[in-house]
């Protein structure tokens, strides 16, 4: 799933943080039951005999060292998918947030080691540095549902490098009676991923095998039994959706539509796997057991603390817990804010034109929410069930805190946003000639005209037929500029990664125009004959397409358009205002017209005593 499907799965997000919490409520109610029921309960050992070998885990222990590495795969996936396709391939658009991320691994940390320092608590630092995303992303869904979306995918890119950073404190702060040997086992597993890998094993089962293996090495060894899903995770294949993968997909799916048999049904169903890398079908094959079964279970095992009026005094007594709240609400607001802030004032517009520190700051207040993986640290940082009590109760104490000032943070700014933009009419990102693909120049322009098209749309003639009258009647007195909005058509986002790859070569409205001469672009061949006509170098054409260059500008301007709310292609900006009118060029040019303003018309001008149909 890309940034912008976690952007519109946000409703499942929230469904996915009212599970997480209804775990949590039902593990406190139990755990304060009369009797020790909860305890007993998840200290009922389960294992299998064999000969005379036996292996066995207590159900905790098979939760929090089997399923939660099926966890952390599961984030593992999704940072290599974003640094290898996503966000973090692109340092110059992922570091605001990759810098916040570290930030809030530190700053907490020294929070909380200033606190606890000379005492036997000060080993737990490691509690404060993460942030639960399932639980941050349900409640933005929730509390902000005004935001603009660029502030979730700036979420989503901070949470997988805090993700990535809690890893790293987990493998080498909290591992200890290391045994070498076992390790062999885990190599060889981990060897015959790579094998099979480089052989170009496309089924995802077979990776299952060698996987236990290298679950069952870490276990042994003493190392973390959770990172063996992160090493998996990191060798698992994964590459772009191939073009020619998509053929032959949908020539075995048309043979199914032609003769329906149980023979061509899977062979279309083998053409589509292979058409997709087993790092994104893993993930996506992952994600319903993550949200909807692994995160609740873990929530019921290790969130039933039992709370009473003693237990509560001795907490709040304690420089622990209040270590634990200080450094996950306070230090997280300071770290990601006051980082933000620094960045922004290095590079100014690093944040994109719809985001604000306001939105940064109320973000900042959701990250306190450290739940999962700092009751997951509890566990492995304490051996003293009261100081591991004590942490319990500083983290639960933390989420709450957090999701209220999150909320109260968020009802504010959404009250002040829904005032500042009471609708979606202007562009929130002006036009930059250093970025976008103009026709004129915007510094000496009267008027300047952004176009948001899709090559998948039936329309784009009638776009271009428009733009084409607008630079014969305006000449100098208009900039024109193009940007994507691939919707969901076939081949959209491809197509519009091709223009960008002839942008490279200073074609880029050369391989517009022959792309909207072959509209609605339904096939590679299609683009192939008009790079071709745009007199591309074909090879470099091909490579700059293989390497997604200017990826990072089409998702900018898809996260643009979805704070903007644009569904339709083309969509005109009209001197930053949205045109909302008919798109026949009689109309759009007299909407031109009507914007510049006259005193500035010399007696030559095509604008001078004229306008569409006589009328100025």
């Given at each position: 799933?890309?940034?912008?499907?976690?952007?519109?799965?946000?409703?499942?997000?929230?469904?996915?943080?009212?599970?997480?919490?209804?775990?949590?409520?039902?593990?406190?109610?139990?755990?304060?039951?009369?009797?020790?029921?909860?305890?007993?309960?998840?200290?009922?050992?389960?294992?299998?005999?064999?000969?005379?070998?036996?292996?066995?885990?207590?159900?905790?222990?098979?939760?929090?060292?089997?399923?939660?590495?099926?966890?952390?795969?599961?984030?593992?996936?999704?940072?290599?998918?974003?640094?290898?396709?996503?966000?973090?391939?692109?340092?110059?658009?992922?570091?605001?947030?990759?810098?916040?991320?570290?930030?809030?691994?530190?700053?907490?940390?020294?929070?909380?080691?200033?606190?606890?320092?000379?005492?036997?608590?000060?080993?737990?630092?490691?509690?404060?540095?993460?942030?639960?995303?399932?639980?941050?992303?349900?409640?933005?869904?929730?509390?902000?549902?005004?935001?603009?979306?660029?502030?979730?995918?700036?979420?989503?890119?901070?949470?997988?490098?805090?993700?990535?950073?809690?890893?790293?404190?987990?493998?080498?702060?909290?591992?200890?009676?290391?045994?070498?040997?076992?390790?062999?086992?885990?190599?060889?597993?981990?060897?015959?991923?790579?094998?099979?890998?480089?052989?170009?094993?496309?089924?995802?089962?077979?990776?299952?095998?060698?996987?236990?293996?290298?679950?069952?090495?870490?276990?042994?060894?003493?190392?973390?039994?959770?990172?063996?899903?992160?090493?998996?995770?990191?060798?698992?294949?994964?590459?772009?959706?191939?073009?020619?993968?998509?053929?032959?997909?949908?020539?075995?799916?048309?043979?199914?539509?032609?003769?329906?048999?149980?023979?061509?049904?899977?062979?279309?169903?083998?053409?589509?796997?292979?058409?997709?890398?087993?790092?994104?079908?893993?993930?996506?094959?992952?994600?319903?057991?993550?949200?909807?079964?692994?995160?609740?279970?873990?929530?019921?095992?290790?969130?039933?603390?039992?709370?009473?009026?003693?237990?509560?005094?001795?907490?709040?007594?304690?420089q622990l817990t209040w270590a634990v709240i200080l450094g996950l609400v306070v230090g997280k607001i300071v770290a990601i804010t006051a980082s933000t802030w620094i960045v922004t004032r290095v590079r100014p517009g690093a944040l994109g034109g719809a985001l604000g520190m306001r939105h940064i700051l109320a973000l900042s207040t959701?990250?306190?929410?450290?739940?999962?993986?700092?009751?997951?640290?509890?566990?492995?940082?304490?051996?003293?069930?009261?100081?591991?009590?004590?942490?319990?109760?500083?983290?639960?104490t933390a989420t709450v805190i957090a999701a209220a000032l999150g909320s109260v943070a968020f009802g504010l700014l959404s009250s002040r946003e829904r005032r500042g933009a009471p609708d979606r009419t202007i562009l929130v990102r002006p036009l930059d000639p250093t970025r976008d693909h103009v026709l004129g120049d915007p510094a000496?322009?009267?008027?300047?005209?952004?176009?948001?098209?899709?090559?998948?749309?039936?329309?784009?003639?009638?776009?271009?037929?428009?733009?084409?009258?607008?630079?014969?009647?305006?000449?100098?007195?208009?900039?024109?500029?193009?940007?994507?909005?691939?919707?969901?058509?076939?081949?959209?986002?491809?197509?519009?990664?091709?223009?960008?790859?002839?942008?490279?070569?200073?074609?880029?409205?050369?391989?517009?125009?022959?792309?909207?001469?072959?509209?609605?672009?339904?096939?590679?061949?299609?683009?192939?004959?008009?790079?071709?006509?745009?007199?591309?170098?074909?090879?470099?054409?091909?490579?700059?397409?293989?390497?997604?260059?200017?990826?990072?500008?089409?998702?900018?301007?898809?996260?643009?358009?979805?704070?903007?709310?644009?569904?339709?292609?083309?969509?005109?900006?009209?001197?930053?205002?949205?045109?909302?009118?008919?798109?026949?060029?009689?109309?759009?040019?007299?909407?031109?017209?009507?914007?510049?303003?006259?005193?500035?018309?010399?007696?030559?001008?095509?604008?001078?005593?004229?306008?569409?149909?006589?009328?100025?």
């Open positions: 799933m890309t940034l912008l499907a976690r952007i519109r799965s946000s409703p499942e997000a929230l469904r996915g943080a009212l599970v997480l919490i209804a775990a949590t409520v039902v593990a406190l109610v139990w755990a304060n039951l009369p009797g020790d029921t909860y305890s007993e309960f998840w200290h009922l050992s389960l294992g299998f005999e064999l000969g005379e070998f036996t292996f066995s885990l207590d159900l905790r222990h098979w939760v929090n060292d089997a399923l939660m590495a099926v966890f952390f795969a599961h984030v593992t996936l999704e940072v290599r998918r974003e640094l290898e396709l996503g966000e973090l391939r692109d340092w110059r658009r992922a570091s605001v947030p990759v810098i916040a991320a570290l930030a809030g691994l530190v700053i907490p940390a020294l929070f909380f080691a200033g606190l606890t320092w000379g005492s036997d608590a000060v080993g737990g630092w490691g509690i404060v540095v993460s942030t639960d995303t399932a639980f941050v992303l349900g409640m933005l869904a929730l509390v902000g549902r005004a935001m603009p979306p660029q502030l979730r995918v700036f979420l989503v890119t901070l949470a997988v490098a805090d993700d990535v950073g809690a890893l790293g404190v987990i493998a080498f702060a909290y591992t200890d009676h290391f045994t070498p040997l076992p390790l062999a086992l885990a190599v060889l597993g981990l060897i015959a991923i790579g094998v099979m890998r480089w052989l170009g094993v496309w089924r995802g089962i077979l990776y299952l095998i060698p996987s236990v293996l290298v679950w069952v090495g870490f276990l042994l060894s003493g190392v973390h039994a959770t990172l063996a899903g992160v090493a998996i995770a990191f060798l698992l294949p994964i590459f772009p959706t191939r073009l020619a993968d998509l053929r032959r997909a949908r020539e075995h799916v048309r043979a199914f539509q032609i003769s329906p048999s149980a023979t061509s049904a899977r062979s279309a169903e083998e053409s589509l796997s292979r058409a997709v890398s087993v790092n994104e079908r893993a993930h996506r094959m992952l994600a319903p057991y993550v949200t909807w079964m692994i995160l609740p279970v873990f929530a019921l095992a290790n969130a039933g603390v039992r709370i009473t009026g003693d237990s509560l005094a001795d907490a709040f007594a304690s959701l990250a306190g929410m450290g739940f999962t993986i700092s009751l997951f640290v509890t566990e492995l940082a304490f051996d003293n069930p009261l100081l591991v009590q004590r942490a319990q109760i500083g983290v639960l000496h322009a009267a008027m300047t005209v952004v176009q948001y098209g899709n090559y998948g749309s039936p329309f784009m003639p009638t776009a271009a037929e428009v733009r084409s009258a607008m630079q014969a009647r305006f000449g100098r007195d208009i900039a024109y500029a193009y940007r994507h909005l691939p919707l969901d058509e076939p081949l959209g986002r491809d197509v519009a990664l091709a223009a960008e790859a002839a942008g490279e070569q200073g074609r880029f409205w050369e391989l517009h125009d022959e792309l909207i001469r072959e509209a609605p672009i339904e096939s590679d061949l299609q683009m192939r004959r008009a790079a071709a006509r745009a007199g591309l170098n074909l090879r470099r054409f091909e490579e700059d397409r293989r390497r997604g260059i200017g990826r990072e500008r089409l998702e900018e301007d898809i996260a643009d358009a979805a704070a903007m709310r644009l569904e339709q292609a083309p969509t005109f900006f009209i001197g930053g205002v949205r045109y909302e009118g008919p798109f026949d060029e009689a109309t759009l040019t007299a909407a031109v017209a009507a914007g510049i303003p006259r005193p500035e018309l010399s007696p030559s001008s095509p604008l001078a005593g004229g306008g569409v149909g006589g009328h100025a």
